[in-house]
């Protein structure tokens, strides 16, 4: 919702006086809280021609030997999902960043933060900090990334490339709410043949089981 600043300018709060600004304020935050009520549907509805995959999973951290913060970088800062996991859009995996990626960010930026302290020593001895996998599938499960990519987010008409985490959520819930990623949806066989019911994908048992 946009309201101009205009709405209470400084004129207009001289005119109707200190009641009167604490009246409107007070109806302002009323009207932000509604509108915040009707529309939590289209804040998790952001991915158009899409049934969004139902199922949850009670997820622990996996420790990590850094806390990478999600949050932080995905969240506050914006950063697109694919700009450190870059092969999601072209291939079977995500891909984890490279320290140097990292780096380039923060060679300058939050150098005194004991993460970053941390980092910039793998950096320096030339080593990649050993990432632990939260996401894992059975040997037997062809998942690729590449084609929900393509199928959700560059071939879906009408989606901001710019909102991909909101794809992303279907299977590693909200990330951008996350310091170290957790497990948040079960990615059984079930919670994958329902999706694929629920958005035309294909049904070959081959699809999915090499």
């Known amino acids: ?20 600004k604490r009246f409107v304020s007070m109806v302002f935050a009323a009207l932000l809280g509604f509108g915040g009520l009707m529309f939590v549907g289209a804040a998790q509805a952001e991915v158009p021609n899409v049934v969004p995959p139902e199922g949850s999973y009670s997820g622990e951290d996996v420790p990590q030997p850094i806390e990478f913060p999600h949050d932080i970088h995905a969240d506050v800062n914006e950063i697109n999902c694919m700009y450190c996991h870059t092969y999601a859009r072209r291939s079977k995996v995500s891909g984890i960043p490279p320290t140097s990626k990292c780096m380039g960010c923060h060679t ?27 996401h894992d599938l059975p040997d037997f499960v062809h998942f690729t990334h590449e084609k929900h990519i393509q199928r959700f987010v560059f071939k879906n008409e009408g989606m901001d490339v710019e909102n991909v985490s909101e794809v992303c959520a279907f299977c590693h ?37 090499k």
């Open 108 to 134: 300058v930026i939050a150098t005194d933060k004991p993460r970053i302290k941390k980092l910039t020593e793998y950096w320096e001895n030339k080593e990649s900090p050993e990432w632990n996998k939260v």
């Open 173 to 209: 819930g909200d990330v951008k709410s996350m310091t170290v990623a957790k497990k948040m949806k079960p990615l059984t066989m079930g919670f994958c043949v329902r999706c694929h019911e629920a958005n035309d994908g294909p049904s070959d048992c081959w699809k999915c089981h």
């Open 1 to 20: 919702m946009f309201v101009s600043n205009n709405f209470l300018s400084e004129g207009c709060v001289k005119c109707v006086g200190k009641t009167a």
